[in-house]
């Protein structure tokens, strides 16, 4: 692999600056009910249909664990490298708004469920360690809707009490090319896990962006600002690029950065000043008098790690060496599990290198064309492996290969049924071949003299005569053999 | 029969089995005493129709192996009662109505009761006087100027004008205590995480507690039983098999160690209540138990600790009552926060206010460290004292409140004065132990006094039966004249 050298620098009039990135990732635990309550946690359902009396904060209601989520964010935690805390705490964050039925979230401060882990990114110019601070559990809140209607605010609390990971990065991220990786390689190791769906769309997982600048080479870290809520990737680079550079002009025109909290305006690809630190709610933190101090047996971490599946890391470095594939196709093909797992079950049955090939070529672009996951391609995996051992054998060539698979997608049969009902496998009889070939040179005798006085061009135009004349079905390898073998006669 | 009601909850259950009585003329007999008590504004709502339907369903089907076979109990309106109107004393919840039903009164119900109204308390059972309540003040059918004690001071009062055979309450600092003291009956908070929190209103979670306000031991004993019991939707209820408190109950306390600690001889204590004590201890020792003096060194700083740490789970519980989902809400208001500000400042009262504010302060940026969190290792300290004295003796002996029930408004604007009436009650819930007021005699006003008695967590049979056999030889009747019918 080419080594690129790692070059994201805002320029400004008075030097080169560094951007240093730290995300805080809100991940929707994956588990049939809340944080809290029994409530369901299915996304989509009617306003206000998965809310129980705990959620909406009746007198009198009080919350108890869930233990599935707890199990989740271990995992989570264990797939994150990171130290599982035996001892954690639930606390308060107060603060009042239409959507916090409680008029407190519950989350974890001081003693969250999960410490200090690590990531590893794959970029372009190596691999690169993003450190991870905490992982902690907390309720998500409601839902506030202030565009149905012209004076009231509408309120969803379907989503109050939800389960959510909030997991905090070190500010060890330097460009919007490593926020992609990074949050593209949580994703991946919480698909893996199924410890969250990872489903942007749905609100499934969201970040705080912590920016700040400072000159090439200086060690102190300048003043940060945090970009709330961003719920894409593509948004979270956008608004990391607009504020690095906003500070460095606010720095070059000698003016302070203000410590903040500001939002990201999609539409005008802005960030925009939300509270000052002046402003900065006091959020009372406490530790939560209804709830006990979780403390975990050693033995259900011990347990949980041990079923824990193959993550992306290790099963990269297994298809490297079982498989012979290099570090940027095993990268791809393990990036998702249902990637991996379908190509497993291809290279289980066909050549590896060339399952590969295939299906980061045909396969994704037909998946993307048709925005499809792998889940749901119209080709199974023991039919796209008999394709591939198609090609191999040399049953069909690789030009026939992508009209027989066009037709799979289309039709879903299997390509030993399109081969033989379509005609379309190869020629390799070489006796047929040198019938045809000798049958083409006697119609072209002119051009034949030509090539034989040094225009060595015309071979090309043998090769087309006999596809031509074949339909496409003689083997390009053996015609070019046999061609060559006859025009030196 | 002549006053069927005037009697205590067992006599009451006896009646019941043997028939001498149904449970409608007993729900009758106590709707008649309590339309002709409106004057001590008792009751918030009343179930009447309700009760009389029960108890009909009770006498054409009785069940009379039940601990309350038929028994009409009205109880605190800090219990959300299913489809019955639970306000805590508060406008903000003036037009609740719950669809849930607390764990400890489904208990009640589950054993064989049913409800005959809700009781008046302090406004989320913050008060000692039953002065917060925004349906007015209770009156102590001691007499006509007198508090009842709080913040179950309708609880208090009601047993007290036999209004229900036995009722519930809450304790946060002293909440069923010292009612009960002030009204010459029987009150027990329990250990903490005995009787579940679920569905009731909140005060400070990690002291409230629920428990029995009755005529007596026994009656405690039983009420007790039928109420408490674990339950997995508080996630801070104790997990341990029921206990059979009624049918436990010994007078026999020979040989069992009394601890008096010297920290409960306050300044500017009534000599009545320091006669009382020694009139007590008397008792104890007669009846073969050995007193030890000990020392509970950090007494003194309970009432400070209990006064941040309260106030600090307060403001956090209450701030559910915003105006959005339930309760009151303020028709003024342009926006979300004067929504806010209107509707809470209109749906509480002077001092529930007080307590948001003092919680708010000492939970704030800056200073949590200096209040709340130094409030959390005193309160270890406190809890520490009782370990290490429990580990000589069975219990512990003290007055229940510094004096008799005051006046109407005497203290209403001193607060610190009214905060000093918990002096003896609140170390217990810092503590998280057990601890009954029993009614110990009179003060040279007439009014009733009473003893405490603080046992181990979970020690309920022990200080029951240590209170029963003191019961037995005390020789108080409460003489209560019923001059407001």
Known sequence: MSKEKFDYFIKGEKGKYEVVIGLEVHAQVLSKS???????????????????????AFPGMLPVINEECVKQAVRTGLGLNAKINNYSVFDRKNYFYADLPQGYQISQYKNPIVGEGKVLLDMPYGPKEIGIERLHLEQDAG??????????????????????????????????????????????????????????????????????????????????????????????????????????????????????????????????????????????????????????????????????????????????????????????????????????EVAKLSDKKLAATWMMGDLFAMLNDRGLDISKSPISAKHFAELVQAIKSGEISGRIAKEVFEIMVESGDNPKKIIESKGMKQQSDPKELEKMINEILSKNKDKVDQYKAGKEKLFGFFVGQVMKLSGGKANPQLTNEILKKLLKG | MADITNQSLNEIIENVKTKKVSSSELTKAYIKNIEGAKKLNAFVTTTFDLALDKSKKFDNKPNFDQLLPGIPLAVKDLFCTENTKTTAGSNILNNFIPSYESTVTKNLWDNGSFLLGKLNCDEFAMGSSNETSYYGNVINPVGDQLVPGGSSGGSSSALAADLTPATIGTDTGGSIRQPASFTGTVGLKPTYGLCSRWGIVAFASSLDQAGPMTKTIKDCAIMLEAMSGFDEKDSTSINKKKEQYSKNLKDNIKGLKIGIPK?????????????????????????????????????????????????????????????????????????????YEKTRSEGFGDEVKRRILIGTYVLSSGYYDAYYLKAQKVRQLIKKDFDDSFKNIDAILTPSTPSSAFKIGEKKNDPVSMYLNDIFTVPVNLAGLPALSMPAGVDNKGQPLGLQLIGKALDEQKILNIGYAFEKNCGFKNEIKKWWS
Request: proline share 4%.
């Open chain 1, 143 to 344: 839902k506030s809707i202030h565009d149905m209607d012209p004076s009231n605010t509408y309120v969803d609390l379907n989503r109050s009490g939800i389960a959510l990971m909030e997991i905090v990065s070190k500010p060890d991220l330097r460009s919007p090319d490593e926020v992609n990786a990074y949050i593209k390689k949580l994703r991946s190791i919480m698909r893996y896990l199924g410890t969250c769906d990872g489903n942007m769309q749905e609100g499934s997982l969201r970040a705080d962006v912590n920016v700040s600048v400072r000159k090439e080479g200086d060690t102190n870290f300048g003043t940060r600002c945090e970009i709330k809520n961003v719920n894409s990737i593509k948004f979270m680079q956008m608004a990391i690029e607009y504020e690095a550079a906003r500070q460095v002009e606010l720095i070059e025109n000698g003016k302070k950065i203000d410590q903040e909290t500001r939002l990201f305006d999609t539409k005008k690809n802005e960030t925009r000043s939300m509270r000052s630190k002046e402003d900065a709610h006091d959020y009372r933190y406490f530790p939560d008098p209804d709830l006990l101090p979780l403390k975990l047996e050693q033995k259900l971490i011990d347990d949980l790690k041990k079923s824990l599946p193959e993550l992306p890391d290790k099963k990269k470095e297994r298809f490297v060496k079982e498989y012979g594939l290099n570090t940027y196709e095993a990268n791809v093909l393990v990036s998702e599990k249902e990637i991996s797992d379908y190509y497993e």
């Open chain 1, 34 to 56: 809340k944080l809290f309550s029994g409530s369901s946690t299915k996304f989509g359902a009617n306003p206000n249909n998965q809310v129980s009396l705990i959620d909406s």
């Open chain 2, 263 to 339: 920290e409960y001889r306050v300044d500017n204590m009534p000599k009545e209540v320091d006669v009382l004590w020694e009139k007590g201890k008397k008792i104890l020792k007669d009846l073969g138990a050995q007193l030890i003096d000990i020392s509970l060194p950090h007494t003194k700083y309970a009432l400070p600790t209990y006064y941040i740490v309260a106030p600090a789970e307060a403001s956090s519980n209450l701030a559910r009552y915003d105006g959005v989902r339930y309760g009151y809400r303020s028709k003024q208001g342009k926006d979300l926060i004067e929504m």
